[in-house]
Structures are given as structure tokens and as C-alpha cells.
């Protein structure tokens, strides 16, 4: 049996709810796990390196991460998200409020 | 000195300037509160309230609040309910006298006693401050302020909790302050009603997780709440939130009884990280908190328990906001129909930009969305939607640049497009998109020594 067939591909949306904000030209997003045991799935799967590859193409700088195992929550800065933030962005989404549902497409990898 | 209270009630009346207005009227009429404690200022309201001031000196501060304060300043002064509002922008003393006036029309005089703070205004002392070598560098670029000196059109200095404590000892009623922290607004009356001392680390960075939790209204109430979103009940009649806080720093959040929304760990949890950069040190003038402390328990339907919250001494300087010209922009928008209506909103993007190549024009940034395809989830959202049966994709495409000109002449080549360009496009009734001057966000920090805040204390 080939290891691709002992994982299984879960979306994020099942195991967490976001909300999101911004900092200048940095957008946060606050990752938060639908139940105390998804947490730990958070912290190895949801990576600061996966989350840079997810958002590729839609942010120019690095990213953070930050762990509050307290609230089952992830906080993610993703810099440069923003096209300058606040008044000088062009975007819709000026203030990185729905990067919160953008993470929430992530999906993730896990041991069937 | 007055009895310390067992308990006190704060409550959120206004997230933002632009929120609710029914909001305050119902937090000091659904029940009984102690405080009513409303946020005005965003990053760049201050510059806006500036441009408003250099226009008329009368002004300068959030207009809604005077006949907000018209219509609940009856209520509040039976019920003895106080007012803290950093209403006051840049110009906190006409604020106040306009409140001062309402508060006499409506026969309250010597019933009353206004506060206001000042002192956190710098445009006057910019020059001197920087010749002194405070450089207010900024935060994010690290670029020094004299580089955008003739370009600053406001200035002021965060300050905390301290001054509203000092105006609400001094008996003040209402405090109206210029840019005090959205946090600084709840944990003053706590500081207060409680007696904690300046350096009760724990229990001011339980006052700011307090204060973050409510300063965005209904945000931690059922608003814009991802869990379970379609179940939060009554959203028409949404409560906003009330802080019920005790000495020793644990406190609950609740809402009025009979009201929509919902209090629960995962909505206040999501209010909890929002705006969140570092979650071990969240700076503010008061104190550092350290959110990863914070412990959360559902204790009984609509309220949450706030418990465990650690602090640390606060910092040696204050956040300095301050708001520069940087240059003009405008957002056009054309609404393309089914079929093939994303191609033929792609299609335009093209021959638009082409058009302004051979106009010469030269643009900082040009940004093209197709709302309805990528507009907000970009190439995430195109490498899952099926983009080629849309009923309709609105076109919409920003430009920034510092020459007025160049972004004036592309607001007048999207309405050819209609007759000139792709079919079925529809959505023009707005007319041609105005240029718009950015005034853009310069955070900094200056030492604390350097701003000396001002409490005025009067009787209507």
C-alpha cells in the first residue's frame, strides 16, 4: 500500500474558525480550534512555512506565528498582505477582515 | 472617599465612529450599568478630524456624539451612569463645550460635571521634538519622520487609562478625550471604582484584556461571529457587550437580558485575537499584558467568564499616531453579465490598462479584482469557483499616484468602455469614480517623558 492511501485530505474549515484584522500593511489572522482536541492538529499541520505556501501570490512578505494554547488558538502575521493597508490600499479587502476565510481553505493532510 | 463597589458594569455603546447609534440608548436603558464607555478613533480618524478642524476650529471631533449625548443625558444623569469617549479627536474641548451646551438646553445644569483630556496633540511641537532628536522613526519602515515632515497633517500621542482616572476622581460625569486607547476607556473606570494602583501589573492587563474584549461593540457579541453564524438568534436586536468586573480582576462578559447575539467562549475568543500581533506582550501605555494567560469558561447562556490574566510593567513610551499625505487614488467599477462574464471582465482589464500605457500615464500601483471571481480570496478562490458560468463579475480596478492628474484622467476611461469596449456590461449609475487624497498611517513611538497629559474638570 502506498503512503498517499493512509492520509486522508480534511479542510480547515472542519477543525477551526477564524477572525481576522490588520496591522498597516500586515494582515492577523486569529485561528481558533472548533474543539480543545483539534488544537494539537493546529500546531503540527498548520505551520508558518504551510501557511506562507497557501497564501503565495497574495502576500509579498513573511510569515509568524504565535501559539496561545490557552484559548486553542493559532495567531498568524502575514506581512505585506495589505498593498501598503489602511488608506493607501486599492483592495477590497483593505483591511485584511476576510483572510480569515481564506486560510479556512487550507487543506490538510492526515493519517486516516 | 466613596465605599469601594463589590462590582462594576461597563458597557460597550460604540466600536467605531459609524457604529450603531441605537447602541449606546440601549445600553443604558436595557438594565443597569455603571459606565457607558464609546470608541471614536480608528488609525486615520484622527487625520480626518484634522482636515475638519483646519477648515473650522469649532470642529475636529466625532459630530454624532452631541446628539447622541442630546438624547441620553437625561437618562444617565438619573441613573448616574458615567461616560467615558475618546469622542473628543483632536479638538476635545470644543467637544465638550458642544456637550456642555446640550447638557444646559436640556436643564442640567449643576447636575453635570464634564471632564476633558488633552495633551496627546504633537502637530504644534513636531518641529521642536524632532530637533531634539526624537525622530519618530517609522514602526514599520523604519524611515525617519523629518522625510515626511511637510507632509504630516496630524499627530498625537496614545495615552492610557491614567488621565480618565484623574477626571472621573475629579467627579467628572462624562470624559470626552482626544486619542486615549480603546483599551485605556474600560480599564479607567475599573482603576477607579476599584482603587488599583499603578503598578498592579496583573490587574491592569486584566482591565485591557477587558477593554479589548468590548472596544469593538457587538464584535464579541454575536457580530460578524463565524461560529455557527446562522444560529446566533435576534441579530436585529443584537446586545452589545457589558463587562461585569470585580476587584481581584476576574470579570465576566455578558449583555442585556431580552437582546440578540450571543456570549460564548468562541465569539469571544475570535475578539480576543483580533488586531492580536504578539499575544505574550500586548503594549499599551498602561501596562504589557500577556494574552496567553488569559482563561475562558462559559458561565451560564450569554455570559463568559474572564479569569488568569497576567501583566507585566509597562514600557518607557508612548505609540505616536500620525497621518501624512501620500499621494491621490481612485476604485472604477463596470459589471459584466453572463456569458463568459468573467473573460469579458478580463477582456476590459486588458484594453483599460493598454489605454492608460498609451496615455503615458504613470501610476505608483494599478489593482484589478474581478468581485464575484477573486476579488477577496484571490488565487485561492480561482483555483476552486467554476469561473467560466458566473452569472455576472463586477470589474473593479484602483489606481494610486502621487500626480492628481494622472489618476483624474483615469477616472474619465471607464465610462467609455460601456460603448467601446466588451458587451452585456451594466453598473455605471454612480458615475465617474472621484479622486480621493490618502492620507496615510505613520505609527511611532516617543519617550513617555515627552507627553504630559492634561485633565480639565467642569461644571455645566
Not at chain 2, 437582546?259 to 505574550?280: D, F, K, W
Not at chain 2, 456569458?339 to 484589478?368: C, H, M, N, W
Amino acid at each position: 500500500m502506498k503512503k498517499a492511501d493512509r492520509k486522508r485530505s480534511v479542510p480547515l474549515l472542519e477543525l477551526a474558525h477564524a477572525r481576522s484584522g490588520d496591522k498597516g500593511d500586515t494582515a492577523n489572522v486569529g485561528l481558533i480550534a472548533l474543539k480543545p482536541e483539534y488544537y494539537p492538529i493546529l500546531v503540527k499541520h498548520v505551520t508558518a512555512a504551510r501557511v506562507a505556501r497557501h497564501f503565495k501570490g497574495m502576500i509579498s512578505g513573511p510569515v509568524e506565528r504565535y501559539e496561545l494554547p490557552n484559548l486553542h488558538a493559532l495567531n498568524f502575521l502575514l506581512h505585506g498582505a495589505l498593498d501598503g493597508g489602511g488608506t493607501i490600499s486599492l483592495k477590497t479587502d483593505a483591511q485584511g477582515k476576510v483572510f480569515s476565510t481564506a486560510l479556512l481553505r487550507l487543506e490538510l493532510e492526515l493519517p486516516k | 472617599m466613596k465605599p469601594r463597589s463589590a462590582t462594576v458594569r461597563i458597557a460597550a455603546g460604540q466600536g467605531f465612529w459609524g457604529d450603531w447609534l441605537e447602541a449606546p440608548y440601549r445600553q443604558v436603558t436595557g438594565g443597569p450599568v455603571d459606565y457607558l464607555m464609546m470608541d471614536y478613533l480608528a488609525e486615520v480618524t484622527m487625520s480626518i478630524l484634522q482636515k475638519q478642524k483646519s477648515r473650522d476650529p469649532s470642529l475636529g471631533y466625532a459630530k454624532d456624539f452631541i446628539p447622541l449625548m442630546e438624547r441620553i443625558l437625561p437618562i444617565v444623569a438619573e441613573r448616574r451612569i458615567k461616560i467615558t469617549a475618546n469622542a473628543g479627536g483632536v479638538n476635545p474641548r470644543g467637544c465638550a463645550q458642544a456637550v456642555a451646551e446640550v447638557a444646559r438646553r436640556l436643564r442640567l445644569s449643576g447636575k453635570l460635571r464634564i471632564g476633558v483630556v488633552t495633551g496627546d496633540d504633537l502637530l504644534g511641537r513636531l518641529d521642536g521634538l524632532l530637533a531634539r532628536g526624537h525622530e519618530l522613526r517609522n514602526l514599520d519602515t523604519n524611515q525617519r519622520l523629518a522625510d515626511v515632515r511637510d507632509r504630516v497633517v496630524s499627530a498625537n500621542a496614545y495615552l492610557g487609562a491614567w488621565p480618565v482616572v484623574d477626571a472621573l476622581r475629579r467627579g467628572a460625569d462624562v470624559v470626552v478625550t482626544g486619542r486615549v486607547t480603546d483599551t485605556g476607556l474600560t480599564l479607567a473606570p475599573m482603576i477607579h471604582a476599584f482603587g488599583w494602583r499603578p503598578d498592579a501589573w496583573d490587574l491592569l492587563a486584566a482591565g485591557t484584556v477587558a477593554g479589548h474584549t468590548i472596544e469593538c461593540g457587538a464584535q464579541c457579541s454575536g457580530g460578524n461571529c463565524l461560529v455557527d453564524w446562522e444560529r446566533i438568534p435576534d441579530l436585529a436586536n443584537v446586545g452589545y457587550p457589558i463587562v461585569e468586573a470585580a476587584p481581584d480582576g476576574t470579570f465576566e462578559i455578558t449583555k442585556h437580558p431580552g437582546t440578540g447575539g450571543r456570549i460564548s467562549v468562541a465569539g469571544v475568543t475570535e475578539q480576543l485575537v483580533y488586531e492580536m500581533g504578539n499575544p505574550g506582550e500586548y503594549i499599551t501605555p498602561d501596562c504589557i499584558a500577556d494574552f496567553t494567560t488569559i482563561r475562558l469558561e462559559q458561565h451560564g447562556k450569554d455570559r463568559v467568564r474572564v479569569s488568569g490574566v497576567r501583566g507585566r510593567p509597562a514600557t518607557d513610551k508612548l505609540k505616536v499616531s500620525i497621518g501624512y499625505f501620500y499621494g491621490y487614488k481612485a476604485v472604477g467599477t463596470l459589471v459584466y453579465a453572463w456569458p463568459d462574464a468573467y473573460q469579458k471582465a478580463q477582456a476590459a482589464d486588458r484594453i483599460l490598462r493598454q489605454r492608460l500605457a498609451d496615455l503615458g500615464l504613470k501610476f505608483e500601483s494599478v489593482l484589478t479584482e474581478f468581485v464575484g471571481a477573486d476579488a477577496t480570496h484571490g488565487p485561492l478562490a480561482r483555483a476552486s469557483a467554476p469561473l467560466d458560468q458566473l452569472p455576472e463579475v463586477q470589474l473593479r480596478i484602483g489606481v494610486r499616484s502621487p500626480d492628481r492628474a494622472a489618476v483624474d484622467r483615469f477616472t474619465r476611461e471607464i465610462a467609455p468602455l460601456i460603448l467601446n469596449g466588451p458587451p452585456s456590461v451594466t453598473g455605471f449609475a454612480g458615475g465617474r469614480p472621484k479622486p480621493e487624497e490618502i492620507v496615510a498611517y505613520w505609527p511611532a513611538l516617543l519617550d513617555k517623558g515627552m507627553v504630559e497629559p492634561c485633565v480639565e474638570v467642569v461644571d455645566v
